[in-house]
């Protein structure tokens, strides 16, 4: 029973660069979560799909942010250019309908 | 100046000791809260949850209980192993189905 893949785990890049996170949901999960998690604050959600539709992007901290998710299986969160402040574990989680969500265990990500 | 990171709450318990982790929600419209472990270099893990109608709702040594009066959930964790050591997480839901989450309390078990 595969769960949320997320992809790099580990991601170290210089500020400016362009850096690309993906995420595979579990088959048959119909809402994609991608959440950014620091020790200052937490989990935060950056934006939500359903059914492959954004539907709440209010937490994007910005245009240097960007998610799409082409369809049900795939999903990528795009920060272009990258900076420091950016530094964080970066988690996608799908769910079903009005269950709880499931979590992929993250990109460790280090902007130098 | 050099940041500092805020530190989560700690709760240190001896192996086999009762663990009691605490959370207030903030929205009196919730109407689902669920509990997630955390371990390290993990994404959070779906523990137990419990709907606004029911005040207990009981797993496997954990039990969640909700206090909509005071707007307070708790878990405990009964004979508490060195493998609950991790962050606990309660989150709320509301009617746009999206979770809101706490900050986190880190359990520390002593062998």
């Known amino acids: 029973d595969a769960g949320v893949i997320q992809s790099p785990r580990h991601e170290v890049t210089e500020m400016g660069q362009e850096v690309t996170l993906r995420c595979k949901p579990i088959s048959g999960h119909n809402s994609l979560f991608w959440y950014r998690q620091t020790m200052m604050r937490g989990l935060e959600l950056l934006i939500y799909f359903n059914n492959n539709v954004p539907i709440d992007d209010s937490g994007m901290p910005e245009d240097r942010f960007s998610a799409k998710m082409p369809n049900a299986s795939f999903s990528t969160l795009k920060i272009q250019p990258s900076e420091p402040r950016d530094s964080a574990v970066y988690f996608c989680?799908?769910?079903?309908?009005?269950?709880?969500?499931?979590f992929g265990d993250g990109t460790r990500l280090s902007i130098l | 100046g050099e940041s500092v990171g805020l530190h989560l709450p700690t709760l240190s318990v001896q192996e086999g000791d009762n663990s009691i982790i605490n959370c207030a929600y903030s929205n009196s419209a919730s109407d689902y809260f669920i509990w997630y472990k955390q371990e390290s270099g993990k994404g959070p893990q779906f523990i137990i949850d419990?709907?606004?109608?029911?005040d207990k709702r009981q797993g496997q040594r954990v039990t969640v209980l909700l206090n909509k009066t005071v707007k307070h959930l708790s878990l405990q964790i009964a004979a508490t192993q060195p493998g609950d050591s991790a962050v606990y997480f309660c989150?709320?839901?509301?009617?746009?189905?999206?979770?809101?989450f706490g900050r986190g309390t880190s359990l520390i078990v002593h062998p």
């Open positions: 989680a799908s769910s079903s309908g009005f269950q709880p969500q499931h």
């Open positions: 419990i709907r606004s109608n029911m």
């Open positions: 989150a709320e839901v509301g009617g746009s189905y999206i979770p809101t």
